[in-house]
Each structure stands twice: as C-alpha cells, then as structure tokens.
DNA sequence: AAAAAAATTAATCACTTGATTAAAACATCT
DNA sequence: AGATGTTTTAATCAAGTGATTAATTTTTTT
C-alpha cells in the first residue's frame, strides 16, 4: 500500500513536490518536505533536480500547462459562441474538482514569481477566442462587452469559487459533499447567467 | 524623506510589517526583512511582538477586520437590495483600489492556516443580507437564485479582477494605468450584469 | 563473476532563520 | 547630577535550510 506506483523514483519525487507545492506553496516547502513524501532520501532532490528552485520551476510549468491545454483546446475550437461558452465553463469545473487548490497555487506563486508567467502566456487561443467574441459583437449576436471583459467574467465566475471554498465552507458550515453539490448547482448557474446577459439584450 | 512619518517604533514595525507580509506571504517573510523596511533592529520586532507569529496575527486581523468592516456595513444597512448591491460592489472596488493585494493575501495565508478564519467569520451581517435576498426572492422582487449562490457571484466579481491582474496585465499588455481604466469599466459591467440577471427574469 | 556505472545513503557544510542576551544609549524622575 | 527604568543595539544561539560530498548499495555491462 506505501508505493502503489512503483515508478522510477524520479517520477516520485515530482509528483511528491507537486503535492507539497501546491499545497504549502515554494517558500513554505523544504526539500525534506518533498523527500518524506516521496519517501527517498533528501539528497536525491537535488541529485534529479540540481535545486529546489529547478523542481519548483518544472513542477510549476507542468501544473500551469496542464491548466491552460485543456481551456486552449476549447477556446481555439471553431464553433459557435453559443455552445463554447458552456463549453468552457463545464471544462474548468471539472478541471477543478479534480485539482480544487490549483487556482490559488498558480495565482499565488506567479505572484511572488512574475517571471514565470512570460513563456507559457504568449499562446495564441486566447486571441483567437477574444477574435471570435469581437466578430459575435460586430454581427449583433452578442451584447457589446468588450472581449477582454467578457473573459474577465468568465474566469472570475469559474474560478473562485475554488478559491474561496475556505471561507464559503465555514460561512455555510458546508462539509466537502456539501461544498461540491454546491459547486455543481453554482456551474449552472453561472451559465444561466453568462448566457443571459450575454446572448439577450 | 526616510522617516516621514516619525510614529512611535512599534507603529513603524506594524507598518513595515504589513507591507512585508501582504508581498511576500508569512513564509516568504523574515523578520529581517521588517526591520529592515521599518528603518530598525531586527532584535525589536521580538521585543515589541514577542514573535513572528505573533506579529502576524497581529497584522492579519487588522487586514481582515479592515475588509469585512466596511463590507458588512454596508451589508447590514436596511435598505432596498436594488440600491444595496450597486453599493456593495463600489465599495469593494474602491477598498481594493487602494489595497490591491489584499484579496490575494487573505485568501492564500487562510489556505495555509485555516485557524485564522474562525472568530471574524462568525459576524452576522453577512446571514442578516442573506436572509434579506431570500425575503426579495419569497417577494418575487428578485430571480430565485439561492442567496448564497448570489453572494458568491458577488464576491466572485469584485474579487477575481485583482487576483488575475498580474496575468491580465500580461494577456492584455497593459500597464498600471491602462489595467485601473480596465478595472473601472469593468466595475460597470459586473454591476450592470448582476443587476439585469437578479432583477430581469 | 568481475568491473564499471548508476543510484542511494548518511554525514556534513555554509548559511539563514527566529529568538535571546547582555551591554549600551536614552529618557524620566527625584 | 545621580539613580532608575525603558528602549535600542550588536552579538550570539540553536534549529533548520539547500546543497554537497564521500562512501555504500544496486544495477548494468563486459
């Protein structure tokens, strides 16, 4: 039951600094952190990763890409604003329930971190996507939102309520079943809304 | 220029240390750090505060009551949920207007240490301006959206702006002045949203 | 099986951390 | 001025940090 994945240990060691690090972000992590997770000695960090900033860097690419992929996969899909919005908005609530403190993780460290954000951001999906939204304005199908803002609702909609989901479970003396049903009944909602506003008017 | 303001030490270490800690989050702080942004021995913020953590909690609890103070209040006015929303958010927006970091910096230190929550978090102007949304739906003055799901749609738009600036900024290539005219705009339209999906259905 | 290479370990290094101490500087009071 | 208490400082401590090393074990190659 201790190793039920007998990789290599290299693939221990990250997906134990992947926990760790999403969890207690790079300054509240140590390598011996890392190292009783992935049950190996703490030496070995460094001998597959030279530093600790290394690991963090690749672990945080890893994280940051697997986030973006699957909401670029969506939003450079050529079809109509009608059936992408819901779309994205099912993609990133099941993205995050299977990774809830992904949002604060990546928010967070690039914060404290702003060079890690340049590569990764430059990805042209998110152009195409705010293309297709000024093209839905221009023919009247959608409400005259400037793009950038209509983004801005979407990704404040889908992701906080991931973020707060402290706060939300103790102000509602939610459990974690609670807290997901709750999530669930939120999705639709935001649709609802988005939808709403957007598409009459 | 150095000491504009020439306040006693123990101001000058709670000042420095806020600053401080809303960057760098309490890992990424030592005290050092402190004394140094407040222009003192390192040996005084022990002789002040007894110890790091001790600052902290010090420096969270203002920044938290600071937040909700002005929140609830507005929350708990008897007032008509038309006029009392529009409120609510331009009073978030200008809170954060001048303490960008703080939604981040709650939100990120209360994952790390959730005993940080509980006594703030049991104010009750927040259940008096549910119960106030649920009496508008019974009314059928407003959609019925569970009062809960409306605060969070609430929170959710005031807040995540600034979360996500640092990537909007990059997205967007905007600089300080061009994300505040964004944010202003962008105030706007969550109002206008919010208030024709509550109140149009 | 012997030799060579790779992986793993325990021990340790240099450094930073929060905290303490003892002495010095400063202020207050008689 | 002199005594007393408070504030500030430099020096230091023990613990923890990322990283390195040299020795050991394991694996691979010959």
Avoid: W
Avoid at 125 to 135: E, G, H, I, N, T
Wanted: glycine content about 2%.
């Amino acid at each position: 039951m201790a190793d039920e994945n007998p990789q290599c240990t290299e693939q221990k060691i990250k997906e134990a600094a992947r926990k760790v690090f999403m969890e207690k972000g790079f300054d509240g992590t140590t390598t011996r952190d890392i190292a009783e997770v992935a049950g190996i000695n703490q030496a070995l960090t460094n001998y597959y990763f030279r530093s600790k900033e290394k690991l963090f860097r690749l672990i945080f690419e890893d994280v940051h890409r697997e986030f973006f992929q699957q909401i670029y996969a969506i939003m450079a899909q050529p079809i109509d604003l009608r059936d992408k919005l819901p779309l994205l908005v099912e993609a990133h609530f099941s993205l995050f329930a299977a990774n809830p403190d992904l949002p604060l993780f990546l928010l967070s460290e690039l914060r404290r971190h702003p060079d890690l954000l340049t590569p990764p951001s430059k990805d042209r999906p998110v152009f195409f996507f705010l293309r297709q939204m000024q093209q839905a304005i221009d023919e009247g199908q959608i409400r005259p939102v400037p793009p950038l803002h209509v983004l801005q609702l979407l990704m404040a909609n889908i992701q906080f309520l991931h973020l707060s989901r402290p706060i939300t479970m103790e102000i509602a003396a939610f459990d974690q079943a609670a807290h997901e049903e709750f999530t669930r009944r939120h999705k639709d909602i935001v649709i609802d809304m988005l939808m709403s506003y957007l598409f009459t008017f």
